[in-house]
């Protein structure tokens, strides 16, 4: 199953992906709903530093930032700063769980991130129901990156 999601932001591309790969700008994305640490080892990392094709450990994700109610057993498989990542890892409820996000420049002081989510649930479910969890939970991480960088004004 993929979903594919887009938004545009009004920032240049280099603030956006500074963002988009920080452990800051993650959670932010995610709040208030989850919270997501990164793995043991790689605690002060970003997507951007990490190494690539390893296998990094489990980042586990918090309802709420407070209860953990899965896990992302992280590999980030290709990187292209600063136009994109390939994320390939397994989930307790996905045995695949893909995200590539891409960013491109629209003029010179906006960008489009793309986001595309392939699932393999575990469990034999409806392809909806995890379809409509994450379509719901990567529109609000796009709501929130979007008002991110319009409380920040023109210069970022």
Known sequence: MVVRLAVTVDAPLEQVWERVTSPAGINDELAPI???????????????????????????????????????DLTIAELDPPHGFHERSSMLVARVWEHRRQLARVGERRTLVTDELTIEPRLPVP??????????????????????????????
């Open 34 to 72: 989850l919270s997501m640490g990164m793995p043991r080892d790689h605690r002060d990392a970003t997507v951007a530093t990490v190494p690539v094709g390893v296998p990094l450990g489990k980042a586990w994700l918090r309802l709420g930032g407070i209860v953990p109610i899965d896990y992302d």
């Open 127 to 156: 392809a909806r129901v995890p379809r409509t969890i994450v379509s719901f939970l990567f529109r609000h991480r796009h709501r929130r990156l979007a008002a991110h960088f319009a409380g920040a004004g023109a210069g970022g």
